[in-house]
């Protein structure tokens, strides 16, 4: 039962241009979700968030959008930088509350060509 | 100031055989949390330890054990290892807001 789904497992993207990555779920109880990215031989970095009570959120050249209605939230990178080929991963959880587990997606392989 | 720190980096077993991975938190966290990633897939969630007792547990069967000590390491273990148990297991720590900070993880190889 994957309640958290990448459907996208990779991208390949001009440097310059826009980056999105989707994803989706199927959890109604989640109410923040995250980004992260993931360089080979390192643990995933913390990207970005957003909260159920927002839409959108915003941090330099990350943007996040949430349709509620639609459980789906996409990842927007613009501009793209080929420092940017990376893993990324999405996550859910039920409650921003500390130690709250995480549940990830499969994650989507994002290549940024020079 | 150090982050997640986890040894050891690699490690390869054979069935059969019991492992264990450590993990040392990033300064002023308090909960660690563990994860297993196979190839090709998304962090799973194992288990979270708070004030040396496990909190939460995800879907892991009870061959995957774990302890925190008082200055809030931990260690995983695995007992009768199956091939199926190769993966990346991930340690995070956080404290009191949502700063999961992940450590490069150990990579688990069962032959």
């Known amino acids: 039962d994957q309640q958290v789904k990448q459907n996208s497992p990779s991208l390949s993207v001009q440097e310059g241009r826009i980056s999105i990555l989707n994803c989706d779920y199927t959890?109604?109880?989640?109410?923040?979700f995250l980004w992260y990215k993931k360089y080979p031989a390192e643990g995933p970095t913390f990207l970005i968030s957003?909260?159920?009570?927002?839409d959108k959120n915003e941090d330099g050249r990350f943007t996040v959008f949430l349709n509620k209605s639609a459980k789906h939230l996409s990842l927007h990178i613009v501009p793209s930088q080929p420092g940017d080929s990376a893993v990324y991963f999405c996550?859910?959880?039920?409650?921003?509350?500390?130690?709250?587990?995480?549940?990830f997606g499969g994650g989507t392989r994002v290549l940024v060509k020079p | 100031d150090a982050g997640v720190t986890q040894s050891p980096t690699h490690l390869i077993k054979t069935r059969g055989q019991q492992v264990t991975l450590r993990c040392s938190p990033k300064?002023?966290?308090?909960?660690v949390s563990w994860y297993q990633q196979a190839l090709g897939q998304g962090p799973q969630f194992i288990f979270q330890?708070?004030?040396?007792?496990?909190?939460q547990r995800g879907n892991f069967p009870d061959r995957f054990s774990g302890h925190q000590f008082p200055n809030y390491s931990s260690e995983l273990n695995v007992n009768a290892l199956l091939l199926g148990d190769s993966a990346l297991y991930l340690c995070?720590?956080?404290?009191?807001?949502?700063?999961?900070?992940f450590g490069s993880g150990t990579r688990l190889t069962v032959v």
């Open positions: 996550a859910a959880s039920v409650d921003k509350a500390a130690g709250n587990k995480l549940t």
């Open positions: 959890n109604s109880m989640f109410d923040y």
């Open positions: 957003i909260s159920s009570i927002k």
């Open positions: 300064s002023g966290h308090d909960t």
């Open positions: 330890y708070y004030e040396e007792e496990e909190r």
């Open positions: 995070a720590s956080d404290r009191a807001d949502y700063g999961y900070t």
